[in-house]
């Protein structure tokens, strides 16, 4: 089972949108809405931002969305902010050999 | 507050044994698996397994089945993670979450974990 695809990092202004594109397969991301997001500050945890494809947890800012078609699941952040700075991972259930889950490679988000 | 608290860092030789541990606290340890994510230096997440509280019963993923072992001590609830022989590839940072419901809810602080000679 290979890790879900992200592109390696992506960029924005302040107040700009950006999106995060998480590529699968039929297994996993396009199979179930077990669907997650984590962002990770440099020398912290991550910390949940989305599940199910497209809630956001307690606490969280709502300038976090995500979305899924077929075997893509995007997570987009409105109104960038320079805390949003950091890396963003995504992961997936999955009925692949005898895995429970799945992570994506991991994109770095950096504000301009 | 469900929180999830690990052991500090470790430094150990190769081939020497290793077990860490994941306190927590805040809700009921049986009724939630627990995750072990591995993390090495500069590189991304990787999901090593799960086990679940009530059973101790574990699902490993193939790139770490028989090379470390998952186990809860249900009376204090805490998790652990085991080597029995620690290679030097095994440098990096630890995490123990929280599965919920298809996503990993809550994260200890991580564990260090250096083996060099």
């Known amino acids: 089972q290979s890790a879900l695809t992200q592109p390696a990092s992506v960029s924005g202004s302040p107040g700009q949108s950006l999106t995060i594109s998480c590529t699968g397969a039929s297994s996993d991301v396009g199979g179930y809405t077990y669907v997650s997001w984590y962002q990770q500050h440099p020398g912290k945890a991550p910390q949940l931002v989305i599940y199910d494809v497209n809630n956001r947890p307690s606490g969280v800012s709502n300038r976090f969305s995500g979305s899924k078609s077929g075997n893509t699941a995007s997570l987009t952040i409105s109104g960038l902010q320079a805390e949003d700075e950091a890396d963003y991972y995504c992961s997936s259930y999955t009925s692949s050999g005898t895995l429970d889950y799945v992570f994506g490679t991991g994109t770095r988000v950096t504000v301009l | 507050e469900v929180l999830l608290v690990q052991s500090g860092a470790e430094v150990k030789k190769p081939g020497e044994s290793l077990t860490i541990s994941c306190k927590t606290s805040?809700?009921?340890?049986?009724?939630?698996?627990i995750t072990w994510v591995r993390q090495m230096p500069g590189k991304g997440l990787e999901w090593m397994g799960r086990i679940d509280p009530s059973d101790s019963h574990t699902n490993y993923s193939p790139s770490f089945q028989g090379h470390v072992t998952m186990s809860v001590d249900k009376s204090i609830g805490t998790a652990y993670l085991q080597w029995s022989s620690l290679k030097a590839s095994d440098t990096a940072m630890y995490y123990c979450?929280?599965?919920?419901?298809?996503?990993?809810?809550?994260w200890g602080q991580g564990t260090l974990v250096t083996a060099s000679s």
């Open positions: 979450a929280r599965v919920g419901v298809g996503d990993f809810d809550h």
């Open positions: 805040g809700y009921t340890f049986t009724t939630y698996y």
